[in-house]
């Protein structure tokens, strides 16, 4: 299968309904009914996502013993690595110690970036050769975030994964792919300072020194939710129209998890069975790059990938989207 296995890392920093409530002043009930989170993760003082990224890829390791020394291939998927400069993927390689053939690149995208990442690792196996690669997703907005900003810190949670990703199809196919991004509405979630358009240095090459407004991550939930609402169900509906397998058939959605009542209000909007729809919300929140993969982990744990159709779909900062139906088999 191209995707082989999965592992996965968590911080050791963890909060509960009632800590977010205290931290944003959000209403408890709204954080555990609406966002839908019990628990989330965050970044400890001493933790970076290199290191929560290399305790999820020592762990598949260790799952499968041979694999470090087949891996030819090393992707990340983040848009909070832990400098600009170099990317988390080199960094992350020699932590792991692969060997110094092994290719290397991130993907600098959030919520819909673990489809990107699958058809990009995949591809480049195939035109180079290469058997195996680790897919590596880790975006810890907690160190962008205001921990006090309910729009953010009220969803947001740390997460690192690790899948396995071969050139050949095996027991799983990919079936049907629809990718799209509509960048005029990219604001809606923003970190305004830090890159070229407003630098960190003058001209001269002094610090500039910005609000805490300009550095932090700004989400408008009302605008994300009306895309997501309108843009995903689309995507879905094409992405089947280019195979005969009808919604019925589908056995399992494995959504982006933005929020509780996202995921139920789009399953009503497709007619998605609400029962097919996976779930991790309430042990995570939302991990941006991570929650699909950690979703298809839980669903292997708990037997439910073999024989089955899973349609997966990730969508936000951009605004972008990427869905993919998958066939796995025995």
């Known amino acids: 299968m191209p995707l082989r296995a999965f592992a996965h890392a968590l911080p ?10 205290r931290m944003t002043g959000a209403d408890r009930a709204f954080i555990e009914n609406k966002i839908g989170i019990k628990t989330r993760y965050v970044l400890g003082p001493n933790e970076t996502g290199v290191s929560l990224s290399t305790q999820a890829c020592e762990k598949l390791f260790d799952a499968h013993p041979g694999l470090h020394e087949r891996v030819s291939l090393l992707v ?18 020699s932590k792991l110690g692969l060997k110094s053939s092994t ?6 995208l959030g919520c819909s970036g673990y489809p990107y990442g699958v058809i990009a690792t995949r ?6 050769g290469g058997t195996d ?5 880790c975006d810890p907005y907690s160190r962008i975030m205001d921990p006090a900003d309910k729009n953010t810190s009220a969803v947001f949670g740390d997460a690192a994964t690790a899948t396995w990703i071969t050139a050949d199809d095996g027991r799983c196919r990919i079936l049907a792919t629809d990718f799209g991004t509509d960048g005029s509405q990219g604001d809606a979630i923003k970190v305004p300072a830090g890159g070229a358009a407003l630098p960190l240095l003058d001209e001269s090459g002094e610090p500039v020194v910005y609000a805490k407004e300009d550095l932090k991550l700004h ?49 009503k909007r497709v007619g998605i069975d609400r029962g097919k729809v996976l779930k991790n919300m309430a ?16 669903a292997e744990t708990e037997g439910k990938l073999q ?20 066939e796995f088999g025995d």
């Not at 050791?12 to 309904?17: N, R």
């Not at 990340?76 to 390689?93: E, F, G, K, R, Y």
């Not at 690669?133 to 997703?137: D, E, I, R």
């Not at 042990?283 to 839980?298: A, D, F, H, K, R």
């Open 12 to 21: 050791s920093v963890c909060h509960t309904a009632e800590d977010i409530a």
């Open 76 to 93: 990340n998927v983040t848009q909070t690595p832990d400098n600009p400069i170099p990317h988390n993927s080199a960094v992350l390689a």
């Open 103 to 108: 290719a290397s690149f991130d993907i600098a």
């Open 123 to 128: 591809a480049f196996l195939k035109a180079t």
């Open 133 to 137: 690669a680790l897919l590596v997703t």
């Open 219 to 267: 989400m408008q939930g009302s605008r994300v939710f009306n895309f997501v609402n309108t843009e995903v169900p689309l995507s879905i509906q094409r992405c089947l129209g280019k195979i005969p397998i009808p919604l019925e058939a589908v056995d399992w959605f494995a959504l982006h998890q933005g929020s509780i009542y996202m995921l139920d209000a789009m399953a």
């Open 283 to 298: 042990m995570y929140g939302n991990t941006v790059s991570s929650t699909i993969p950690l979703l298809l982990e839980q």
């Open 307 to 326: 024989n089955s159709v899973v349609l997966a779909s990730g969508f936000g900062v951009g605004l972008s989207w990427a869905t993919a139906v998958l």
